[in-house]
């Protein structure tokens, strides 16, 4: 059961090449699920947390100050804020962090964010990668995907890497953009999304 790990900032198509990687190795693509199973195990329902869904560019700061979000990092930035009374946020970190263990355990899958690569440092066999750019190339790069205006385009990725840095720095102590904490380190906004699959999946099969 092969394990990946997929670090990708905003603009570099992580959900559109960790999909493709799960799919080539025959493993999950473990996203979304995880907010469904932390939300179950807190006691809410997957619709009443998706009910106030928001993307990540609010930044790192609005769960600190009291509007709890289970913590998720993906191409466009989930973010998941319950009603009423909520757990910790470290409640949800620790919660998320079992369900990467435990599916890694035992399905393994394609990992998409939420410092897997840190969660899963100690996993066998897995392969730790992180998708970056620069963020002018990032930018274009959202502009085009998702048709927004540049400039919005500009925001998301600025807010949103903020957040996320801000997330790993917070929960881990760690710095997301080290890389030291990857294997492989790939700027998909230069090198084709084809590319980086056969890539990725070159690797995680040399490491099984």
């Given at each position: 059961m092969r394990v990946v790990t997929l670090s990708a900032t905003y603009g570099t198509a992580g959900s559109v090449i960790g999909p493709a990687v799960a799919g080539r190795l025959g493993v999950p693509f473990v996203d979304r699920a995880i907010p469904g199973e932390v939300a179950e195990?807190?006691?809410?329902?997957?619709?009443?947390?998706?009910?106030?869904?928001?993307?990540?560019?609010?930044?790192?700061?609005m769960l600190l100050s009291g509007v709890m979000r289970l913590p998720a990092v993906t191409f466009g930035g989930l973010d998941v804020?319950?009603?009423?009374?909520?757990?910790l946020p470290e409640d949800f970190v620790t919660h998320t962090?079992?369900?990467?263990?435990?599916?890694?355990?035992?399905?393994?899958?394609?990992?998409l964010g939420r410092a897997a690569a840190i969660v899963l440092a100690d996993h066998p066999g897995a392969l730790h990668v992180r998708l970056d750019a620069p963020v002018a190339r990032r930018v274009l790069q959202t502009a085009t995907l998702t048709g927004v205006p540049e400039e919005e385009a500009r925001r998301l990725v600025r807010d949103a890497d903020r957040a996320r840095t801000a997330y790993?720095?917070?929960?881990?102590?760690?710095?997301?953009?080290?890389?030291?904490?990857?294997?492989?380190?790939?700027?998909?906004?230069?090198?084709?999304?084809?590319?980086?699959?056969?890539?990725?999946?070159?690797?995680?099969?040399a490491l099984s």
């Open positions: 195990v807190l006691g809410c329902t997957l619709e009443e947390a998706l009910a106030r869904d928001d993307r990540a560019e609010h930044g790192l700061s804020y319950l009603p009423g009374a909520t757990p962090e079992r369900v990467i263990r435990r599916t890694a355990r035992e399905r393994g899958g394609v990992f790993v720095r917070h929960f881990y102590r760690a710095d997301p953009a080290s890389a030291t904490l990857y294997h492989l380190v790939l700027d998909s906004t230069t090198i084709p999304v084809d590319t980086c699959v056969e890539v990725i999946v070159t690797a995680s099969t």
